[in-house]
């Protein structure tokens, strides 16, 4: 019985979801994956590719969540550019001592309120505890940001420490280099929404890659199979 997220689908639910990981996961371009599909006897449209991954990206980063295991209270959290339709936006990240993906933010604009935002987002993580330290760059807005979210929130932060400081943050500097590097292969974000979408999906490969599911190794067969299984598709 064919699973109910890939009814009407001209191409089978495992099918799809391979060129959706491999687009999210590796540096290839739909037209990439096109050739390569093609290779092995399936004709696909490159813009079907792009739909597949729009779609399913924000399904996959929603089915993984309760998958994921916990991060620790050590948070240390930065920004980065992304161009969206020729214009920078701003993706806020936050990562623990270990390196593990909390959660993730793009906005439009970089001051104290998107910085609430994705502070109040980070804290509601299904994956996330109660931060004892915050490391930040030298950022007034975000700053101010968690200094105000802290006084909301006085009870269950009252023993937040916040620490600005630029080397302490060079673990989450070296991971948006995974982000960005998927990113620069995707030839641009048309508009935000569709650039929320894909990102949501390169995160979640991120977080793949780094082991944050329980009892998952980097075999990228028992990837596969995870991913699947998450859709009903049993191998």
Same mark, same amino acid.
């Given at each position: 019985m064919k699973?109910?997220?890939?009814?009407?689908?001209?191409?089978e639910g495992d099918f799809i979801l391979l060129c959706v990981r491999w687009y999210l996961k590796y540096t290839l371009s739909s037209r990439d994956l096109k050739d390569i599909m093609l290779e092995r006897g399936y004709? @696909?449209?490159?813009? $079907? *590719? *792009?739909?597949?991954?729009?779609?399913y990206s924000p399904l996959i980063a929603q089915k993984i969540k309760k998958h994921l295991k916990m991060t620790n209270d050590s948070w240390r959290v930065d920004e980065t550019y992304i161009k969206v339709k020729g214009k920078w936006k701003y993706l806020y990240r936050a990562v623990d001592? %270990?390196?593990?993906? !909390?959660?993730?933010?793009?906005?439009?604009?970089?001051d104290k309120k998107a910085a609430k935002r994705f502070f109040n987002k980070v804290l509601k993580s299904s $994956?996330? @505890? *109660?931060?004892?330290?915050i490391t930040i760059d030298k950022s007034g807005a %975000?700053?101010?940001?968690?200094? #105000?979210?802290?006084?909301?929130?006085?009870?269950?932060?009252?023993?937040? #420490?916040?620490r600005q400081n630029?080397?302490? %943050? %060079? !673990? @989450? #500097?070296?991971?948006?280099?995974?982000?960005k590097k998927k990113v620069k292969s995707t030839l641009g974000f048309k508009n935000f929404n569709s650039a929320k979408r *894909? !990102?949501?999906?390169?995160?979640?490969?991120n977080m793949l890659r780094k082991q944050q599911i329980g009892g998952l190794n980097r075999d990228a067969v028992f990837e596969c199979r995870f991913i699947n299984n998450l859709f009903g598709i049993n191998a």
């Open positions: 699973s109910k997220y890939f009814k009407h689908k001209q191409f004709k @696909v449209c490159h813009s $079907s *590719i *792009i739909r597949w991954v729009h779609e001592s %270990n390196g593990e993906t !909390i959660d993730f933010l793009l906005t439009a604009k970089r $994956s996330s @505890v *109660i931060p004892r330290t %975000n700053l101010s940001a968690i200094k #105000e979210i802290k006084r909301e929130n006085l009870e269950i932060l009252k023993e937040l #420490e916040i630029k080397y302490l %943050n %060079n !673990i @989450v #500097e070296q991971d948006h280099r995974f982000i *894909i !990102i949501s999906g390169i995160e979640t490969m």
